[in-house]
């Protein structure tokens, strides 16, 4: 029966989702409690997996036959799986189990040593039932694991939280725990997953770290449609996982992908202070805050692109930058430090034209890198000043929901992910004629110009 309605149930699912992502509340949901009445003294069923999106062996939290399932896609290094993670806490523990369950896959950065180990410990502590314990320490402890001392981190945590030290250091090196990570790896190449974190609820994608509050109204919005769904018969009460994720998935999957480049709203992010930047804030119209990881194709093509524009508009234009490296590429650090460490505009945008120009291979050669910044004079920020710009930047990110690598705001504009010229130069051309005008009508400059532009576009 469910087959000739799945149309219709995935219009209803879809509509169920893009309400709660455009939500912007601070809080649970009115009807959460409701809902939580209504879980109350069910019966409990056993769920169909889904060959999409399988459940499998992996970690979950919930219910077993929880109404919506929560799978999320991360890797213990990575910041924003880290701002997530802490973001899914608050959704949990405001939501009944019987509701929604919680799935961990791994998704460990491809290349990454101590990714994998990471995933591997994890994997590990779930065979003694402590994953949650083990992955709530990784993720407090993301800046820590990029360093040669990551075995020591994870060891320390496995003290912390009791495991039998024998057996979780046998099973990390056991192939059987080995594949079952890669497994993961081969199910977000499947999904052609290309970024973490990700989220899929109940197979429906939401991009990005939102607030708590999109998470609750996507899984209360969901469990009401679901709800419906089978108290109509229109499907069985076991399938509720595996015909939501085919109803949703390809559909949300497509949607996230334009989505993850709609921006947040329009901010004022702090292109002052100490920040490495391309000149003085005084003498242009049109300031670009731009959060960067140097060790990313994505992060250098953008940057080909505003440094070209650049070039054509010097009096125009500001770039100011925010450090969001990956925290066990430690030649994208030192890239990154140097940046940090350069004394003048000049010397910021000599750097960033050196790192992105795609002859240089400089992340293939840290060597080629540090020979380049030692014919150049640059000196990089010792490790303890800038490990201080970086937390304060991976803050910034939190505080202005930047969730990728680039996210760059135009006189407060964000533009998430890399942009096509065409598109980055129209918004960079309205900017700089809004810029002008106030200068020349309001004789504003500097920071008083960039609150008054920011201003104007949150009134758009």
Known sequence: ???????????????????????????LPDAEGE???????QEKVALEDSPILPVGASPTIGADDAWVTVVVFADFQCPFSARLAATLDEVFHGVDEGIVRRVFKYHPRQGSEGSLKAARAAEAAHRQGKFWEMHDHLFDAFADLGGDDIDQV????????????????????????????DDDLALAANLELAQEPAVFVSGGYIAGVRSHITYVEAVTQLYAALRQA?????????????????????????AGAASRRAAPSVVEVPIGGDAPATGPIDDAVVQIGA????????????????????????????????????????????AHRALEGARSGDEVRELLTWLSDEDNRWRDDPDRLQDYLDEQGITAADERDFDRAWRADLNAADDYDVYATPTIFINGIP???????????????EQRQLGRALRDDQELDGWELYERAVEMNQQR
């Open 1 to 27: 029966m469910f087959g000739a309605n799945l149309k219709w149930f995935g219009l209803a699912l879809m509509g169920a989702l893009l309400a709660a992502a455009c939500t912007t509340g601070s809080g």
């Open 35 to 41: 809902v939580q009445a209504e879980v109350e003294g």
């Open 154 to 181: 994870i060891a320390e945590i496995a003290v912390h939280i009791d495991l039998d030290l024998d057996r979780f250091h046998r099973d990390m090196e056991e192939q059987t725990l080995h594949r079952r990570v």
């Open 230 to 254: 089978v108290s109509q018969g229109d499907m069985e009460r076991s399938q509720v996982y595996r015909q939501s994720v085919e109803a949703l998935f390809e559909h949300t999957r497509q």
């Open 291 to 334: 959060f960067i990881n140097l060790g990313a194709d994505p992060t250098l093509e953008m940057l080909r692109l505003l440094l070209y524009e650049l070039d054509d508009h010097e009096d125009d234009l500001r770039l100011t930058f925010f450090h969001l490296p990956h925290s066990d590429d430690t030649t994208a650090h030192l």
């Open 415 to 429: 533009l998430a992910g890399l942009r096509d010229r065409e598109e980055l130069m129209r918004v960079v051309d």
